[in-house]
């Protein structure tokens, strides 16, 4: 199992948080709303709330090893790099190593159409990403 969470890089942390009551929403203040919101007027509506859900080391996508150009990783949703992030830990995880396996691996993952995934490059192992969605009528 794998997860990222704020304040929590994996499930091990997530639940420790959980345990000891950690907090995982960043608080800011005056000065930091105004010095990073592109519309600082919001500090003076009474419902704008000066906190966030923040994940770590989100910009640290290494998009080569998943096969990406920079251009494509750059206008790809954030959502989708964790996502190949969290398969390969799951794959870690389990035991796996994808480019050492001598069968195929799958993976389904649902997702919203908008952010459906390519697969993995052939010759960057066999481990083939099987991405899928089912909306709702």
Same mark, same amino acid.
């Given at each position: 199992?794998?997860?990222?969470?704020?304040?929590?890089?994996?499930?091990?942390?997530?639940?420790?948080?959980?345990?000891?009551?950690?907090?995982?929403?960043?608080?800011?203040?005056?000065?930091?709303?105004?010095?990073?919101?592109?519309?600082?007027?919001?500090?003076?509506?009474? *419902?704008?709330?000066?906190?966030?859900?923040? #994940?770590?080391?989100?910009?640290?996508?290494? /998009?080569?090893? !998943?096969? +990406?150009?920079?251009?494509?990783?750059?206008?790809?949703?954030?959502? *989708?790099?964790?996502?190949?992030?969290?398969? #390969?830990?799951?794959?870690?995880?389990?035991? /796996?190593?994808? !480019?050492? +396996?001598?069968?195929?691996?799958?993976?389904?993952?649902?997702?919203?159409?908008?952010?459906?995934?390519?697969?993995?490059?052939?010759?960057?192992?066999?481990?083939?990403?099987?991405?899928?969605?089912?909306?709702?009528?």
């Amino acid at each position: 199992m794998v997860c990222r969470f704020p304040g929590a890089r994996h499930v091990d942390q997530f639940w420790e948080n959980l345990k000891n009551g950690g907090e995982s929403i960043a608080f800011f203040s005056d000065e930091e709303v105004e010095e990073h919101m592109p519309n600082p007027g919001l500090l003076k509506k009474p *419902t704008f709330v000066k906190a966030y859900g923040w #994940l770590e080391d989100i910009q640290f996508f290494d /998009y080569t090893f !998943f096969g +990406y150009t920079p251009m494509e990783a750059e206008i790809m949703d954030p959502q *989708t790099r964790i996502l190949h992030e969290c398969a #390969l830990a799951a794959l870690e995880n389990a035991g /796996y190593d994808p !480019f050492a +396996y001598p069968h195929l691996i799958g993976l389904y993952a649902a997702l919203p159409a908008a952010l459906i995934g390519k697969p993995v490059p052939p010759g960057q192992g066999k481990t083939i990403f099987w991405v899928g969605f089912r909306q709702n009528n």
